[in-house]
């Protein structure tokens, strides 16, 4: 049981515009949601997050949006920079122990 | 501030033989530890988790076991390896504090190939 779905396996994007990776859960118990950043053969580096009581947060050029009526949020980067090429994970996390992460989106930043 | 150290980077083994992979934590008491693993092509699956010495809660069966001898140390290891164990292994931390709104916080990770 999948309960956290990013559908898009990659994304391409042109520098200076904006990325939008997007992410479905069906866990209804999930009360905060991470986005996480993976170059290879590294782990992966802590993003940004949100509570489910909020709709967004923003964190210089990230911006996650939560719609919880849809179970959907999005992590929106901009502008898009090379550097910005990497996995991206989104997670979500119930009762403060178990993260349960999706299986990633591999962005492209193309200069 | 806080390190996670993980070891070896990468391991390759035949199929049978043990595994020991460890992970140790720097610069907080009591965390929680947790053992993912990403196999090719998919996310980050739990497999373990701790929230103290000695107390191990498994995700999935399977062929792994792990263990907590000391506050910020935590272990991976299997008596005999499978091919299906080949993968990226992660070793990652949260405060025990502020449980909820702490993130995790990942090692490097050590990529295991079995034979």
């Known amino acids: 049981d999948q309960q956290v779905k990013q559908n898009s396996p990659s994304l391409s994007v042109q520098e200076g515009r904006i990325s939008i990776l997007n992410c479905d859960y069906t866990?209804?118990?999930?009360?905060?949601f991470l986005w996480y950043k993976k170059y290879p053969a590294e782990g992966p580096t802590f993003l940004i997050s949100?509570?489910?009581?909020?709709d967004k947060n923003e964190d210089g050029r990230f911006t996650v949006f939560l719609n919880k009526s849809a179970k959907h949020l999005s992590l929106h980067i901009v502008p898009s920079q090379p550097g910005d090429s990497a996995v991206y994970f989104c997670?979500?996390?119930?009762?403060?122990?178990?993260?349960?992460f999706g299986a990633g989106t591999r962005l492209f930043v193309k200069a | 501030s806080q390190t996670i150290h993980q070891w070896p980077a990468t391991l390759v083994q035949p199929v049978g033989s043990p595994l020991s992979l460890e992970c140790t934590v720097e610069?907080?008491?009591?965390?929680?530890l947790y053992w993912y693993r990403q196999a090719a092509g998919r996310g980050l699956q739990l497999l373990f988790y701790?929230?103290?010495?000695?107390?191990i809660s498994s995700e999935v069966p399977q062929n792994l076991s792990a263990s907590r001898p000391q506050d910020r140390q935590f272990i991976l290891s299997s008596k005999k390896l499978l091919l299906s164990d080949s993968g990226f292994y992660l070793c990652?931390?949260?405060?025990?504090?502020?449980?909820?709104?702490?993130?995790?916080?990942f090692g490097n990770g050590t990529r295991l190939t079995v034979t």
């Open positions: 990652a931390w949260t405060s025990p504090t502020n449980r909820t709104n702490s993130p995790l916080h």
């Open positions: 997670a979500g996390r119930s009762g403060g122990f178990k993260t349960i």
């Open positions: 949100i509570s489910s009581i909020k």
């Open positions: 866990n209804s118990m999930f009360d905060y």
């Open positions: 610069g907080t008491s009591n965390p929680n």
């Open positions: 701790s929230v103290g010495i000695g107390q």
